[in-house]
């Protein structure tokens, strides 16, 4: 079955301590991404990859690290974590852009709250 | 930059009845995508529908359709025979075609209530 796997789903942490967001996807895609989801502010794209040790800065990279050595695996690192990164991330991918659909594949959503 | 809006924060339908979301974005782009996705309360983002801009007619998939107005920058969702498990988050999206990245721009969503 195709599809993106995030954990975890739930996390409560504290201020200050390093957590990462594992994200894998077996569909052998380029792309995949970072948004998080914030009430009135809809999604936000945090951090992106077009390749294997390709990324960027999406639109709120701030407080926020990725790796990609992997093709499969887009890990969201958060080195020092602080309360207003509390929020519902999710990890997607999706072919890249102009091969066909570019639907993209989203994660369950991991639910981050930091205090 | 593009930009998308979604005016209605809620709405609300009775079982067996017709709504329709509201969606308008702004972009300078002649070619790209506008998706639909429907977020129930298990969050997961699910994907209603999709549209290519050059394609003028307006997609259609079951009991969700769209009227896609590329001059007017509108593109709405309407969910014919509403049932309990529409109930759910919409979100608006847009993407260009071609472009370096796969980003989506989303609108902030409207909360859809389907009353029995």
């Known amino acids: 079955e195709a599809q993106v796997t995030q954990n975890p789903r739930y996390l409560i942490t504290v201020t200050g301590k390093k957590l990462t967001v594992t994200c894998s996807q077996n569909?052998?895609?380029?792309?995949m991404s970072w948004y998080r989801q914030d009430p009135g502010l809809g999604l936000r794209q945090i951090y992106y990859s077009m390749n294997v040790e390709v990324t960027d800065k999406g639109d709120v990279p701030e407080g926020y690290k990725v790796s990609r050595k992997e093709k499969r695996n887009f890990p969201l690192i958060l080195e020092s974590p602080s309360p207003n990164q509390t929020s519902l991330y999710f990890c997607a991918s999706s072919k890249r852009n102009g091969q066909g659909n570019p639907e993209a594949f989203f994660g369950q959503g991991t639910r981050l709250t930091v205090v | 930059a593009q930009t998308v809006t979604q005016s209605q924060p809620e709405m609300s339908v009775q079982e067996a009845e017709t709504v329709t979301l509201s969606c308008t974005y702004d972009t300078s782009e002649n070619n790209y995508y506008l998706f639909w996705y429907k977020q129930p309360p298990s969050r997961q983002m699910i994907l209603v529908i999709r549209?290519?801009?050059?394609?003028?007619q307006n997609a259609t998939e079951n009991r969700f359709s769209v009227n896609f107005q590329k001059a007017a920058k509108s593109f709405s969702l309407k969910i014919s025979d509403s049932q309990l498990g529409d109930t759910a988050m919409y979100f608006c999206a847009f993407m260009k075609h071609g472009g370096a990245t796969n980003k989506l721009i989303f609108g902030t969503g409207t909360l859809l209530a389907v009353q029995p």
């Open positions: 549209q290519e801009a050059y394609k003028q």
């Open positions: 569909m052998n895609h380029e792309y």
